[in-house]
């Protein structure tokens, strides 16, 4: 069967996909991979055997011209049409009005997808009314093959899910893999550093969600002890944008005699970044792309996590430490009323480090979780603390605020007052009651 996946997401959901793609291409499956364009990159690294068919549609952006958007949709249903698919897969919980509007065009041939998923994206009203095809609503018949599964559980799970109840299929293995030559693991990325000699981190990788971010203080700490314990420096990755924060940890860094790096990725560096993932010791930072690249290339893990999808996006790695502070408010999808996640800024660093030490000593087998020192329910009292502190101190800055204010407006008032009384404003407010200036001000005479 020619079947369609739509992956208009990013790279660590193609990465958590692959046992998906590899189950269908070892069952005699032909796979096309609909991708966004700076994602496309990844594709031959999740499976050779994929067929690419990358777009420049942004279904999560703002600020696009909806015109451009609906050519580009139109673009790309014609190009998925001229393949041929016999079935078109949807494998997004959260679905754009996007997904479903490509998903819209097919309803002659099979639409699979979750029937439990929800569309959280915003309305794409004017794109749909320059389109010659409706977009079907669930209960339209969005998909003809439906499967309900459970939000909370994994990504993976429900890939599988879907195989089993769809075709039949089991996934053998559900541990994704990128397949990274022998020949590209070699390509020195960072010629000066020897293999197995650097961790690799991504503490910041927040181009989609800022809140996912690695506090500052815990990077810090972490590379601090991977040089002073094990002499392993740390090479800090990201876009152009995350330059800053990560030259401001190498120069803090600096500070207390440790050595650090930082390399900037760019377009078309994805082999790069996976050669120099391969052959470093470790990954920490944030949950990222890259952090589910590290897990597929069997590098071990540690990663400080959030509550906003929590467990879905967990890495599937071979070892692995996962730190957060579970909190009442997990599953908000990042929706979060605070400018900082408390389920992160919670997160305990001696029980990060400790973690740390026992990954790298071997002690722990699979992916192990710590949700944190605090109970769920006293972990949200503390939120609601926290919060309370900063509404008092908002106050307390509103009310300072209006008080100097009031003294601007006070001080004002009475230099106003000493200019009212003084004498050469009282002979000008008697020449203009006089009656030549009222005369000559008629006439025209007085330029105002």
């Known amino acids: 069967m020619r079947i369609c996946i739509l992956n208009l997401d990013t790279f660590g959901d193609l990465v958590l996909r692959e046992p998906l793609f590899r189950t269908l291409i070892d069952a005699g499956h032909e796979v096309a991979v609909v991708v966004r364009s700076r994602y496309v990159e990844i594709v031959p690294y999740i499976n050779p055997r994929l067929i690419p068919i990358s777009t420049s549609l942004e279904p999560y952006a703002f600020g696009i011209n909806e015109a451009d958007m609906a050519v580009t949709l139109i673009d790309l249903v014609s190009r998925i049409r001229a393949w041929r698919p016999e079935a078109i897969v949807l494998p997004l919980y959260n679905r754009s009005g996007i997904d479903e509007l490509v998903v819209s065009h097919f309803s002659d041939i099979t639409r699979v997808g979750f029937?439990?998923?929800?569309?959280?994206?915003?309305?794409?009203?004017?794109?749909?009314?320059?389109?010659?095809?409706?977009?079907?609503?669930?209960?339209?018949?969005?998909?003809?093959?439906?499967?309900?599964?459970?939000?909370?559980?994994?990504?993976?799970?429900k890939y599988a899910r879907l195989l089993s109840e769809w075709l039949g299929l089991k996934i053998d293995d559900n541990r994704p893999r990128l397949a990274l030559s022998s020949d590209a693991k070699t390509v020195a990325a960072h010629s000066e550093l020897a293999p197995k000699t650097y961790a690799i981190s991504c503490p910041s990788g927040t181009m989609n969600v800022p809140l996912k971010a690695m506090p500052y203080e815990i990077a810090v700490a972490i590379a601090r002890q991977l040089f002073e314990k094990q002499g392993l420096i740390t090479v800090f990755t990201g876009i152009e944008l995350e330059r800053d924060?990560?030259?401001?940890?190498?120069?803090?860094?600096?500070?207390?005699?440790?050595?650090?790096?930082?390399?900037?990725?760019?377009?078309?560096?994805?082999?790069?970044?996976?050669?120099?993932?391969?052959n470093s010791q470790l990954?920490?930072?944030?949950?990222?792309?890259?952090?589910?690249?590290?897990?597929?290339?069997?590098?071990?893990?540690?990663?400080?996590?959030?509550?906003?999808?929590?467990?879905?996006?967990?890495?599937?790695?071979?070892?692995?430490?996962?730190?957060?502070?579970?909190?009442?408010?997990?599953?908000?999808?990042?929706?979060?009323?605070?400018?900082?996640?408390?389920?992160i800024d919670f997160v305990y660093l001696p029980d990060v480090l400790a973690g740390l030490d026992r990954l790298l000593d071997g002690k722990i087998v699979g992916v192990e979780v710590h949700t944190g020192r605090l109970s769920k329910s006293e972990g949200q009292r503390q939120v609601n603390l926290l919060c309370q502190q900063e509404r008092q101190q908002e106050r307390s800055e509103f009310r300072t605020e209006i008080a100097e204010r009031c003294t601007d407006i006070r001080k004002l008032e009475f230099e106003l007052n000493e200019i009212r009384t003084s004498p050469l404003y009282l002979k000008m407010l008697k020449i203009r009651r006089s009656l030549l200036f009222r005369l000559l001000d008629k006439l025209g005479f007085i330029k105002r």
């Open 245 to 278: 924060y990560l030259e401001k940890i190498a120069s803090e860094l600096a500070e207390y005699g440790v050595p650090a790096q930082v390399w900037i990725g760019q377009q078309h560096q994805i082999q790069e970044l996976l050669s120099l993932i391969a």
């Open 115 to 157: 029937t439990s998923g929800v569309n959280h994206s915003r309305s794409f009203r004017a794109i749909e009314e320059s389109l010659d095809w409706k977009r079907l609503s669930l209960a339209d018949g969005l998909f003809s093959v439906g499967i309900a599964v459970d939000e909370l559980s994994h990504e993976v799970e």
């Open 283 to 343: 990954y920490f930072g944030a949950d990222t792309g890259p952090m589910h690249f590290a897990a597929a290339l069997d590098i071990p893990v540690l990663a400080v996590f959030g509550g906003g999808t929590f467990p879905r996006f967990n890495p599937v790695a071979k070892t692995g430490f996962i730190a957060t502070q579970e909190l009442g408010c997990f599953g908000c999808g990042w929706v979060c009323f605070r400018e900082s996640a408390a389920c």
